[in-house]
């Protein structure tokens, strides 16, 4: 191997480069403190269950949101059927933001904290009550 040291080099940097996010941690404590969300929800009766668990959505509601949009657009299917039994519509500004109803406490404080910038709102207008926080 005529360019081993090169090589070795080369894989030392890279290791480093990769690692360093977790190097940066360790050395200068927690990355951030998880955000606390306010889940604030409607009083509507009826309606105090969301259409998974919470711990499911917490982790995929992106996946399930764009699901959702490719049923609805490509296959005009609009109804969402839970495990127990109960349907509803799949809609962004009609079954979601109708119960988690402030945008800046609930979606944005998440959305910040882990970087993502969702293009929800390039299609769907934000309704008024829900980018003021209104119930």
Same mark, same amino acid.
Request: some cysteine; overall charge negative; hydrophobic content about 35%.
């Given at each position: 191997?005529? +360019?081993?040291?090169?090589?070795?080099? !080369? $894989?030392?940097?890279?290791?480093?480069?990769?690692?360093?996010? /977790?190097?940066?941690?360790?050395?200068?404590? &927690? %990355? #951030?403190?998880?955000? *606390?969300? *306010?889940? %604030?929800?409607?009083?509507?009766? #009826?309606?105090? =269950?969301?259409? $998974?668990? %919470?711990? @499911?959505?917490?982790?995929?509601?992106?996946? $399930?949101?764009? &699901?959702?949009? +490719? *049923? @609805?657009?490509?296959?005009?299917?609009?109804?969402?059927?839970?495990?127990? !039994?109960? *349907?509803?519509?799949?809609?962004?500004?009609?079954?979601? $933001?109708?119960?988690?109803?402030?945008?800046? %406490?609930?979606?944005? &404080?998440?959305?910040?904290? /882990?970087? /993502? +910038?969702?293009?929800?709102? +390039?299609?769907?207008?934000?309704? &008024?009550?829900? =980018?003021? #926080?209104?119930?």
């Amino acid at each position: 191997m005529f +360019d081993g040291g090169k090589i070795i080099t !080369g $894989l030392i940097i890279f290791l480093i480069i990769i690692t360093f996010p /977790v190097w940066y941690n360790a050395v200068n404590g &927690q %990355a #951030g403190e998880r955000p *606390e969300i *306010e889940i %604030a929800t409607k009083d509507t009766p #009826g309606k105090n =269950e969301c259409v $998974l668990p %919470a711990d @499911v959505m917490r982790t995929d509601h992106m996946d $399930l949101v764009m &699901q959702w949009r +490719d *049923e @609805v657009v490509r296959h005009d299917d609009r109804t969402f059927k839970t495990e127990n !039994g109960r *349907e509803f519509t799949k809609s962004l500004t009609h079954t979601c $933001l109708d119960c988690h109803s402030n945008k800046d %406490a609930f979606c944005d &404080q998440c959305h910040n904290y /882990v970087g /993502v +910038d969702p293009y929800c709102w +390039d299609c769907h207008i934000v309704p &008024q009550d829900f =980018e003021k #926080g209104v119930k």
